[in-house]
């Protein structure tokens, strides 16, 4: 299983984001590879409400209809949050939101064995493989260019 986060799924579908390209490939790949994409409710949340301010409400469509039928949504409880909230208190890790805090509470609860990601830190918190490396670190194909659109 493979964890999907807010980076990921925001690259998938803005053609400007500096990460859409790696975001679709390994898209394809992991599907075609037959791994099951994971994430939960607070992670589409957000990323909701990124596309929405960001792409406007037909992305927010495009989400619903071309993506999430292909992830399976792990509901958070009271019983994780309250968890995932007191270990975030504890030990807060600059950058970490709560959303990523649960996150690794979600990959290691569902032994996610890698994250589709572009932030590194969700990753190794973890202890799990992120992919793909992020445009600005080259990304894992060398023909990739920034802002170069994918055909539809």
Not at 20 to 26: D, L
Not at 51 to 58: A, C, F, M, S
Not at 109 to 122: G, I, P
Request: with cysteine; proline share 7%; aromatic share 10%.
């Amino acid at each position: 299983m493979i964890f999907i986060d807010t980076s990921a799924l925001y690259a998938l579908l803005d053609r400007d984001d500096p990460n859409h390209w790696p975001a679709r490939v390994t898209w394809k790949q992991i599907l075609s590879g037959g791994q099951t994409f994971l994430t939960h409710n607070y992670v589409l949340l957000e990323t909701v409400t990124q596309v929405q301010r960001r792409l406007g409400t037909e992305a927010v469509a495009a989400l619903q209809e071309a993506i999430l039928p292909q992830v399976l949504l792990f509901w958070v409880d009271e019983v994780l949050h309250q968890r995932a909230m007191a270990a975030w208190l504890a030990a807060p890790r600059p950058g970490e939101s709560l959303v990523d805090r649960i996150s690794v509470e979600v990959i290691r609860l569902r032994h996610c064995q890698a994250a589709f990601t572009f932030d590194k830190a969700l990753g190794a918190a973890a202890g799990v493989s992120v992919a793909p490396l992020p445009a600005s670190e080259g990304g894992p194909w060398p023909w990739w260019k920034p802002r170069r659109r994918m055909p539809s």
